[in-house]
């Protein structure tokens, strides 16, 4: 790690020597979180009594030239990353430059194909997700509209890389702008290939050791309409098994299909998609989030409240059919419903469903492959939810939600059928604001979440929650916060607790200062829609993050 | 845990790289809501500050700052020639929504699609939203992370900041 630092340094040096453009900046951030133990939310204390994730990142550029490199910290890791992060060190640092169209990149990278069906190398660092390629990168524009990109590589796991060597190329050319075609009507076409490679083991079955999958894309742009459609397929990867049963030879696939229309003060997004055995990994066989190295992007709307988003969707890779309908319209100011300011709706519907049968699986004893349009009577997922913006008058704005869920927890958190059941839930959300004078606002967030169970089931449920959040705010520099989430309607009444965090902090420019204390739930955290699950937390956190 | 990266920084300062205040923006592509690819050095003005503000569908205080700024957005306008562009880091699940969004809600601005985050890693933007101040020269000359009602008075004030310069 040393060496690659000090090699990096030396890099920047000589280049600062002879260019004349050059600029650094980059950004921090630390976190430190205490733990208390808690036995009736099952907190558990932490050996080293304060945990800490922190990194800095640093890009130099100069004309056409770029340097980066983030220096990470776990000492140890948050209890909610994955306890393979740890220690310190540079497992990300990458060189860049461009010429005539052509960027070169040596080192790590982050990458997307499409809609990330056969490929996303992405981070998020709220999650403790960072599949970053090591490798070589070329990016090309050959003439008008016509763009390549290629890549050779391997993904990171925690402070190391997957087996996996990943290859992968990637297409699109822009119909009108290649032609040269003046026509209203857009057309973009993209194409994507990816193979990896990994040594076999396998003393009984031949096993492939290059495995690939591909996929291609169309957009079609007309005035306020929008259609993509991209369409992966997945040749067969076996696991390394002995087990004949164990075995599946069969393929994968997935589609997208999206059609927007919009214009003002109204739009429309509808969207259908299909995941059939489509898990695609950076090292076979593996296990956890670190080694997906492709992405289906789940179909429901991502929730910013919290008992909104206590239970949420996730998609199913291996195989789910779901649809999404939502619909955005402004009530203009003057109107009945518009007020003085107007008002804005949103209304979201989705449901997610198993295909018929289960994953395509192909070996001696089975051969199933599910019809390409068929909703199983399985349901994973629906939400049909409406949320209403509103500002009221110059001192009083709002924001309220409804909503009805419901959510195969048996399956989506892969408990035994008949635990847990499917949990039908009826929402609501009302979030207010208030400004007391220049800069000084207080906002109230209150929250209420009925449920009921649809099955019968052999444990007890969570029931019934509510939570209230008061929040002051002084601009530019202060917020403060309280918040308690109560679980009043816990079937075990020893569970029927409260939830308490109190907020405090500071902010000045590009630099936020973050103090918090109180108990997290165990549960599934969303940030920027991707989820994961985290355990009970009772204790102190301090988090400061600054760019500059 | 520190050390080695006061060791980075005084190494980085001894071979006479400078912090340098005003930054230029990044050479990274994005995509506009029609479909092209847009590289963000050819943001332009014509001399007039812009400014640059991270955003998603799925985040309230982006959207609530947006709101407030689309609500004034005419006069700042008229008295300082400012250009809001909106840069959306939705990814491929909320991507289609920043359109019919975007439209549904009247914003003026320039939106752009940034949907597997390389201009937001590029400007060192960490958490959404964040909002970078860009001079008539090109230059990032101020920027904020967060948003608490009242923000975009601050901001304002530093638009007028530097044109009075």
Redesign the interface.
């Known amino acids: 790690m040393k060496t690659q630092?000090l090699t990096i340094?030396l890099i920047?040096?000589s280049f600062?020597?002879a260019a004349q453009?050059?600029?650094?900046?980059?950004?921090f951030?630390l976190t430190l979180q205490s733990y208390v133990e808690d036995e009736t939310i099952n907190a558990a204390a932490a050996d080293e009594v304060v945990l800490?994730n922190?990194f800095?990142?640093?890009?130099?550029?100069s004309n056409?030239f770029?340097v980066g490199l983030r220096?990470e910290?776990y000492?140890n890791a948050l209890l909610d990353y994955d306890s393979e992060f740890k220690g310190?060190g540079i497992p990300y640092r990458y060189a860049t430059y461009?010429i005539d169209g052509l960027e070169i990149t040596a080192g790590n990278f982050?990458?997307?194909f499409g809609?990330?069906l056969i490929f996303?190398s992405?981070?998020e660092?709220g999650l403790g997700i960072d599949n970053a390629m090591d490798g070589i990168r070329l990016k090309y524009r050959i003439g008008k509209g016509i763009?390549l990109k290629s890549f050779i590589g391997k993904s990171r796991t925690f402070f190391t890389y997957a087996d996996g060597i990943l290859r992968g190329i990637d297409g699109e050319i822009?119909v009108n702008e290649t032609f040269g075609l003046e026509k209203q009507t857009?057309y973009?076409l993209g194409g994507s290939f990816i193979s990896r490679y990994e040594q076999r083991s396998n003393p009984k079955f031949i096993i492939p050791q290059n495995v690939a999958a591909y996929a291609g894309r169309l957009?079609i742009?007309n005035g306020?309409w929008?259609y993509?459609g991209e369409y992966a397929y997945k040749i067969n990867d076996p696991i390394n098994s002995l087990q004949e049963s164990e075995m599946n030879y069969a393929s994968g696939s997935a589609f997208?299909n999206?059609i927007?229309?919009?214009?003002?003060?109204?739009?429309?997004?509808a969207?259908v998609h299909r995941a059939d055995n489509m898990l695609l990994l950076s090292e076979r066989d593996r296990t956890g989030k670190a080694y997906i190295m492709n992405?289906i992007?789940?179909l429901s709307?991502?929730?910013?409240y919290t008992l909104l988003a206590i239970y949420p969707c996730a998609t199913q890779a291996m195989g789910e059919l779901g649809v999404q309908l939502?619909l955005?319209?402004?009530f203009k100011k003057g109107t009945l419903l518009g007020g003085k300011?107007?008002t804005?709706i949103?209304l979201n519907l989705s449901r997610i469903n198993a295909l018929e049968g289960g994953n395509s699986m192909l070996n001696d004893n089975i051969d199933h492959t599910p019809a390409l349009l068929s909703f199983d009577e399985e349901l994973y997922f629906s939400d049909i939810n409406l949320e209403i913006?509103k500002k009221v008058n110059k001192k009083v704005k709002y924001?309220a939600v409804f909503a009805h869920q419901k959510y195969n927890k048996d399956f989506l958190e892969g408990k035994t059928p008949g635990e847990y059941g499917t949990l039908s839930s009826t929402i609501g959300v009302i979030?207010l604001?208030y400004?007391i004078k220049?800069?000084?606002?207080i906002?109230i967030e209150t929250q209420a979440l009925f449920a009921k169970e649809i099955d019968s089931v052999s444990k007890k449920q969570e029931g019934d929650w509510i939570m209230a959040l008061a929040e002051y705010?002084?601009?530019?520099n202060w917020?403060f916060a309280i918040q308690d989430m109560y679980n009043y309607g816990n079937e075990d009444e020893s569970k029927r607790l409260h939830y308490m965090n109190i907020n405090f902090g500071f902010?000045k420019?590009?630099?936020?200062f973050e103090i918090g204390y109180g108990k997290k739930r165990e549960g599934i955290f969303c940030v920027?829609?991707i989820c994961k699950v985290v355990p009970s937390s009772n204790g102190l956190n301090l988090s400061i993050?600054s760019?500059? | 845990m520190k050390k080695p990266i006061i060791l980075l920084i005084a190494f980085l300062l001894s071979c006479g790289v400078t912090f340098s205040q005003d930054r230029s923006l990044p050479n990274i592509e994005v995509k506009t809501l029609k479909g092209n690819s847009f590289n963000i050095q050819d943001l332009d003005n014509q001399g007039n500050p812009m400014v640059i503000s991270f955003w998603a569908t799925w985040c309230k205080p982006c959207k609530k700052e947006l709101n407030a700024i689309a609500e004034v957005y005419d006069d700042w306008q008229d008295e300082t020639g400012v250009k809001l562009i909106a840069i959306s880091i939705d990814d491929t699940r909320s991507m289609s929504k920043v359109a019919p969004y975007v439209n549904s809600s009247d914003w003026e601005y320039d939106v752009y699609l940034d949907s597997n985050s390389d201009l937001k890693r590029a400007m060192g933007v960490s958490t959404v939203p964040h909002t970078f101040l860009i001079n008539g020269e090109g230059k990032i000359v101020w920027n904020h992370k967060g948003y608490i009602d009242g923000d975009e008075e601050e901001l304002y004030e530093q638009i007028l900041s530097i044109l009075v310069k």
């Open positions: 630092a340094l920047i040096c600062k020597l453009n050059s600029e650094i900046h980059g950004d951030s800490n922190a800095l990142n640093l890009i130099y550029s056409n770029t220096y910290s000492l310190n461009s982050y990458e997307q809609s990330g996303r992405y981070e660092k763009s822009d857009k973009i957009n742009l306020g929008n993509y997208t999206s927007t229309y919009s214009q003002r003060g109204f739009g429309v997004t969207e992405y992007p789940t709307k991502p929730h910013a939502d955005f319209y402004k300011y107007g804005k949103n913006n924001n979030d604001s400004k220049k800069g000084h606002t906002r705010t002084i601009s530019p917020f902010l420019g590009a630099t936020r920027g829609g993050t760019s500059f």
